[in-house]
Structures are given as structure tokens and as C-alpha cells.
């Protein structure tokens, strides 16, 4: 397990934060009677703490089976959303969408669903409603992008959510992509949507637990 470079500045400032904060408690307070017991509770919540904001930013080394008739998925988390609806965005037309939570604790690296060619790509400011609420995908703040191949059109969104203040995204409009390469990363609690044609066979149900570049979310007809 490697960490992503996306959380090498937020770690650094956790950590020089916390040095600070547990250097002046030790100064400033004498290591004796309960106040001894009390700094020791502020040092292993501090290493707790510390553990945590690495933990989230764990790269998971893997090998991706690809394969052109399968969508795998873009996020570990898990699947709160399968229905059809209307894509009003890009594609203007009718899919199924599956959508993936991602809580604190899951990996907030994301993969392309599917190799191809990026098409579309458009990052729209907005809110930061919780990720599982239904206006989240069209109201919080979110990053759009769609891959074509010969099989497909897959458009893929991330979603901030009301931790989430960051979304990154690697990929730009010409780019060919492959089938479980990065595509972004979302920091903190968020959301990945996709919008599959309505032909395809989806192979997941709701609560499910999914794996980015593991499981599978569909096969193409």
C-alpha cells in the first residue's frame, strides 16, 4: 500500500498541526497526578487521528483485469442508487444510473469504469448537501466526464459531498483513458455516479459493497 499523492500537503499539516498542539500541551502542563492521565489520552487521540488521515489516503496497489464487455467500478463504497432517469447533462436521454457512496473510510481514489476515448468533460461549482440525497447529483459540486469506445458511451460523475471540499481529475478531452487507470480522487465523503445505456446488465444490487477496479457494475451488450 502506497499514499496517494493527493494527501501528501493535507498528512503534512495534520502532522506538523499536531507536533505543535502536543508540544505545547507538554510544556504547558505538568506530567503528574490527573493531568498526566489527561495528556496521555491527548496523545494516543492524536495518533488515532493521525493513523486515520493517512488511512484515508491509502493508494491500493492492484492489478486490473480488463475487459471491454464489463464496466467495473469507479469507487470502493456503496451502491445506494440503481434506476432509471433522464441524463440532462451530455448524453439527453434516458440510462441507468448507479451510484456509489463513499463513506471516510472507504478509498477515495477513482477508476475509469471502461476504456475509450474522453468526450466531454465539464467541472460545475454548487453545493455540498450530504452525497446520499438525491439533488446531490445535479445541485452539489461535481465533475463530469464521459468515455466512448466502440462498445459504449459511460458517462461517470463525481460529487462532493458535505465533507467534501476537493475534487480532483486527471483526464482531459481527447484523452484515451483505460479501463481501471485513476481518474480523480474526492477527499472526504462523496459520490460517483454512473449512467449506463439501458441495455446493460447490471450486476449489482442496492447495499452492496463495491471495489474500484474489482467489481463488477455492468456488462455491455
Known sequence: ????????????????????????????????????????????????????????????????????????????????????????????????????????????????PISGKLIYHQYHKGKFLVAWDPKSSTDNERNTMVIENSSAKILIRQIAGALARRIRWYGKIGDQVEQGDQLGFIKFGSRVDLFLPLDAEINVSLNEKVFAGISTIAKLK
Open 1 to 112: 500500500m502506497r499514499i496517494h499523492k493527493e494527501g501528501y500537503s493535507t498528512i503534512a499539516i495534520v502532522f506538523i498541526s499536531l507536533a505543535i498542539l502536543l508540544s505545547l500541551s507538554h510544556y504547558l502542563i505538568p506530567f503528574a497526578g490527573i493531568t498526566k492521565f489527561i495528556l496521555i489520552l491527548v496523545d494516543i487521540s492524536a495518533l488515532v487521528l493521525m493513523f486515520l488521515v493517512v488511512y484515508f489516503f491509502r493508494y491500493p496497489l492492484l492489478k486490473v483485469q480488463k475487459n471491454s464487455n464489463l464496466v467495473i467500478s469507479p469507487a470502493d463504497g456503496i451502491v445506494v442508487v440503481i434506476e432509471k432517469t433522464d441524463e440532462k447533462e451530455f448524453l439527453l436521454e434516458k440510462r441507468v444510473q448507479v451510484s456509489i457512496f463513499m463513506s471516510p473510510l472507504n478509498t477515495h481514489m477513482n477508476r475509469y
